[in-house]
C-alpha cells in the first residue's frame, strides 16, 4: 500500500465523515436548542464543538480497539489479512447501501427546552458521544499497515471532518441561511457512505501492500 493510495484513504475517510457530520442530527438540535435557551451564537458553537469533540473521541476509541484487534490477527492470517480487511469494508459498505431506505429522525433533544443550561448542554453532549461515526471504522484497518502514525493521522482527519461539517451548518443556520437543501444529504446519505465504503474496500483487496 503505497502512501499514496494512503493518502486516497485518507480523503476519501474525509469525506465520509464530513457529510456525515453534516446531517442535520448533528448540528440542527444545537441551533433549536441554543435558540430555545437563549444562547449566544458563540456558546451555541461552543456546545457544538464540545459534543462534536465527545463524537470524535468515542469513535476513535472504537477504532483504536479495531485496530489492537486487527493487529492481533494480522500474523495468524499472512497474506490473506489485506482480502479480509477489503472484504469486511465492501461488505458494511453494501450493508449501507441496502439500508439506504433508513431514516434519519431528529433527537429529542432538539424538540424541547430545559430547566437549566448545564441539562441542555449534557443531553446534547450525551445524545451525539453515544453515537459515535460507524461508518468511518473501517478506515482504521484499512490504515493499519502504516503503523501508528497513520492511526493517528486518521483521527486527526476524522476530528477536522467533523468539526468542520458540524460548525459549519450549524454557523450557517445561527446565520439564518434557512434553505440549506439537506434534504438529499438524509435521503441518500448512507448510499454514498456504503458506494465510499466498497470503493475503499476493493482498493484494499486487489492493490497489494
Known sequence: MTSAFFASIAATGFMVAFLHAALPTHWLPFVLVG??????????????????????????????????????????????????????????????????????????????????????????????????????????LAGMKHGWGAFLLLSLVLLAATAAGMLLFTGLSLAGVKRLNLDWLERYEETILGAALVLVGLAVAFLKT
Open 35 to 140: 435558540r430555545a435557551q437563549k444562547w449566544s451564537a458563540g456558546r451555541t458553537l461552543g456546545v457544538t464543538l464540545l459534543a462534536g469533540l465527545g463524537h470524535v473521541a468515542l469513535t476513535i476509541l472504537l477504532g483504536l480497539v479495531l485496530v489492537i484487534a486487527g493487529l492481533a490477527l494480522e500474523p495468524r492470517l499472512g497474506h490473506l489479512f489485506h482480502w479480509i480487511v477489503g472484504g469486511l469494508m465492501v461488505a458494511v459498505g453494501l450493508f449501507y447501501i441496502a439500508r439506504g431506505r433508513h431514516s434519519h429522525a431528529l433527537p429529542e433533544a432538539g424538540r424541547r427546552t430545559y430547566a437549566s443550561d448545564r441539562a441542555a448542554i449534557t443531553a446534547l453532549v450525551v445524545l451525539l458521544t453515544l453515537s459515535p461515526c460507524e461508518a468511518f471504522l473501517p478506515y482504521y
